[in-house]
C-alpha cells in the first residue's frame, strides 16, 4: 500500500511503541508533538496576523523575544499541562522552573525546551525549531526544586526537534535511534519518514560563525584553518561552510549529510561559555547526535557528561560526523 493510503494518524505513537517506550513516557512525548503541529500553523499565520516582529521584551539572557518566541512558548506550556507525569518545565524564555499545575504527585518527568530556536530567522522566512530533552527526576512527595533538574541533567530520557521548513519534520530519540518523521499539513499527522538515521562518519562541511574568528580559541582556529587550507593544506581535501543562523536547521543537515557544527567559547564579555543553553540546546542535540553514532563535545569532553550549574547555563559546542570532530578534539588534548 503507499504511504498517501495507510493511516498515519499514530506513526509517532507505534514508533515509541516499538522502542518500548513507556506509556507514561509516550504520554509525555505526544503532547510535545502535538505542540510542534500547532506551531506550524501559528509560524504559517504569523506573516498575515503581523505577529513575525518584536515583542518589546527581552528573556533571561537578555536578548530580544520575537512575538513568535511568546507565542510558541504559551503552546508547548498549555499541552504540558495536559501531561500528568511532566512536574516542571524549563524554557529559554522564562526564568524560573515552571511547575506544572494538573502533574500527579510524583510525577518524574521534566521538559525543557526552546520554543523557537533561531527565531531571528523568522522576519527573513528562514528555518526556524522547536528543541525539547526530557529529564528522569527520582520523586519524593515533595515540590521539585532547580537542583532537581540540574541534578537530572544526565538522566536525559527523550530528545527532539520539530523543524519548520519547507516540511515540517520531526526528529525524536529515547535512547535506541533516531527517527525522522514529516507532517502530512492535509491529515496533521506526522508520517515516519526514516526510522534509524545515522551521521557520515566523515564530512568536507564545517558549520561555525566565522564573524567571530578574533574571539576563537586557538584549537578552533587551527581546526578551522586546516578546512580553509583544503585540498593543498594537511586535510588534502576541500571543505565547505554553511551557518544558517538557527542551530537546529544547522544540526539538522549533520543527519542529513554529515558535517561538524560548532559554536565555541568566544573570548569577548558574557560569550566565555559560547551561547548555546546546556539544558534545552546542548544536551537534547548531543543525545540525538551520540545516538545516530556522532560525537558531541564541549572541547575535549563529552556534552552529556557536564553537570550544569544553572537552567541556562551556556557551553561550547561541538557535534557531529564522529572523524572530524575527532580531528578537533585531539587539538585540545594535545
Ligand atoms: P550568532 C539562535 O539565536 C541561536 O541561539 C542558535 O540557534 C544559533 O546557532 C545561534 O544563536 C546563532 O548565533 O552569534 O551566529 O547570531
Not at 537578555?62 to 513568535?68: A, D, P, S, T, V
Not at 568566544?266 to 556522532?294: C, D
Not at 575535549?300 to 578534539?329: C, F, M, W, Y
Request: net charge negative; hydrophobic share 40%.
Amino acid at each position: 500500500m503507499t504511504k498517501d493510503k495507510e493511516n498515519h494518524t499514530n506513526d509517532v505513537a507505534l514508533w515509541l511503541n516499538g522502542q518500548g517506550v513507556c506509556s507514561d513516557l509516550s504520554a509525555t512525548l505526544l503532547p510535545i508533538v502535538n505542540a510542534g503541529i500547532e506551531i506550524t500553523d501559528a509560524v504559517l499565520a504569523a506573516s498575515l496576523e503581523g505577529k513575525t516582529g518584536a515583542a518589546g521584551s527581552v528573556n533571561v539572557q537578555g536578548e530580544e523575544q520575537k512575538e513568535l518566541d511568546i507565542i510558541t512558548n504559551d503552546i508547548v506550556l498549555r499541552h504540558l499541562e495536559d501531561c500528568r507525569q511532566v512536574c516542571a518545565s524549563v524554557s529559554e524564555e522564562i526564568d524560573e522552573l515552571i511547575p506544572i499545575t494538573n502533574a500527579d504527585k510524583n510525577a518524574p518527568y521534566v521538559v525543557c525546551f526552546d520554543p523557537l530556536d533561531g527565531s531571528s530567522n523568522i522576519e527573513t522566512n528562514s528555518i526556524i525549531g522547536t528543541i525539547f530533552s526530557v529529564l528522569q527526576l527520582r520523586r519524593n512527595n515533595r515540590p521539585v526544586t532547580e537542583a532537581d533538574i540540574l541534578g537530572a541533567a544526565n538522566n536525559q530520557v527523550a530528545a527532539g526537534y520539530v523543524l519548520y521548513g519547507p516540511t515540517t519534520s520531526l526528529i525524536l530519540t529515547t535512547g535506541k535511534s533516531v527517527a525522522m518523521f514529516v507532517l502530512d499539513c492535509k491529515t496533521k499527522h506526522f508520517v515516519l519518514v526514516q526510522s534509524d538515521m545515522k551521521i557520515l562518519p566523515e564530512t568536507a562541511e564545517f558549520s561555525i560563525n566565522s564573524a567571530y574568528t578574533r574571539f576563537w580559541e586557538p584549537e578552533i582556529f587551527a581546526y578551522v584553518d586546516l578546512c580553509i587550507k583544503g585540498k593543498s593544506g594537511p586535510r588534502q581535501k576541500d571543505y565547505t561552510m554553511r551557518w544558517s543562523g538557527a542551530m537546529i536547521a544547522d544540526v539538522h543537515r549533520l543527519f542529513i549529510r554529515g558535517g561538524i557544527f560548532i559554536y565555541p567559547s568566544l573570548n569577548k564579555p558574557g560569550s566565555e561559555n559560547g551561547k548555546l543553553r546546556f539544558l534545552y540546546e546542548a544536551n537534547p542535540t548531543a543525545m540525538l547526535v551520540e545516538v545516530a553514532g556522532g560525537l558531541a563535545h564541549m572541547r575535549a569532553d563529552t556534552i552529556r557528561a557536564h553537570q550544569p550549574t544553572g537552567l541556562h547555563q551556556r557551553v561550547p559546542v561541538i557535534l557531529g560526523s564522529r572523524n572530524e570532530v575527532k580531528i578537533l578534539i585531539d587539538l585540545y588534548r594535545h
